[in-house]
């Protein structure tokens, strides 16, 4: 408790707020409640990681194990905080709701699911869990910058979690962080996942906007494995060479595991016309060559008998 600064009290506070906040509605629209699952997905699981990730830096602060400094601490903090304000702010004025989805393409540029101007949705009222969103996000950036320059926040050090032995960038590590890259952008940028047939014709889609938390969940290990990758190249990596390419392959299962799934079970529902597109097997085989390289270089470091 000696390296708790008032204000990560408030950053607490703040984050009890926000995960406080998913379990309500955040709008009404055409009379139904929406809540930030169905309403706002991809909103909804920044808010969740903005206040794990606030929680999480918070306890490290507390148990002295936080990799970087105490001001460090804060500015990270105050980051995503105020990036989840500034996105639920934005979601205020421009609901996720309407579309300017062009005839026979939908990705995640041209629907307001993501991203439009506030001429473009359609009104909607926000709730009280809108508002405790936003409550929390702004605490929580303001909790974490006020640490940040706090007189004793500055005494607090960081703690690198840095492995003993380091190999560097390995081939395998590469090819991993290739394949996390791969099965994010073909997966889930522009390229087609589905191609739905209806009364309308033909229409393409992105895997971002049919199924948002996939690609949430997509995104967040693609991002992992490269800054795991990118610590093995600075030779900062927080494990051995071994147990590194074994959370690499665990991690890139469990992306391609679900698109995998998504392959399979489309969430169109089993009435639908849904053709798969190729993108979608490029992705899913991605996501597998990142489980493969990620094994191999776990399985070579323990077959040349180092974990280094």
């Known amino acids: 408790m000696q390296r708790m600064t008032s204000w990560l009290w408030v950053v607490l506070a703040g984050a009890a707020l926000q995960l406080s906040s998913l379990t309500t509605d955040y709008f009404i629209f055409e009379g139904e409640a929406q809540s930030a699952w169905m309403g706002l997905p991809t909103t909804a699981e920044l808010v969740l990681f903005c206040g794990l990730a606030a929680l999480v830096m918070v306890g490290l602060t507390m148990a002295a194990r936080c990799p970087v400094s105490g001001p460090a601490t804060g500015r990270i903090i105050a980051t ?114 589905y191609r739905t047939i209806g009364k309308s014709g033909e229409h393409s889609w992105s895997g971002w906007l049919p199924m948002p938390h996939t690609a949430s ?63 979608a097997y490029l992705s899913f085989l991605s996501g597998l060559l990142a489980v493969v390289a990620g094994a191999i270089q776990a399985a070579s470091f323990r077959a040349k008998g180092t974990r280094g």
């Open 80 to 193: 995503v905080g105020l990036i989840a304000a500034l996105q639920l702010a934005y979601r205020v004025i421009a609901p996720p709701f309407g579309s300017v989805t062009p005839e026979h393409v939908s990705s995640f540029t041209n629907t307001c699911l993501f991203l439009c101007l506030p001429s473009q949705a359609l009104p909607a009222d926000p709730q009280p869990g809108m508002w405790m969103a936003i409550a929390g996000s702004a605490a929580i950036a303001i909790g974490g910058f006020l640490h940040s320059i706090a007189p004793a926040a500055k005494a607090i050090p960081a703690r690198p979690w840095t492995a003993s032995t380091q190999a560097g960038l390995t081939p395998w590590l590469s090819l991993a962080a290739l394949g996390a890259i791969g099965q994010l952008l073909f997966g889930f940028t522009w390229f087609t996942f």
């Open 217 to 279: 969940w997509t995104f967040a290990i693609t991002l992992a494995i490269v800054l795991l990758a990118w610590s093995a190249a600075r030779r900062r990596a927080p494990l051995n060479s071994s147990d590194l390419g074994a959370l690499i392959a665990f991690l890139a299962f469990t992306s391609a595991a679900r698109i995998g799934f998504r392959i399979i079970d489309s969430p169109f529902g089993p009435t639908s016309n849904v053709e798969i597109g190729p993108a």
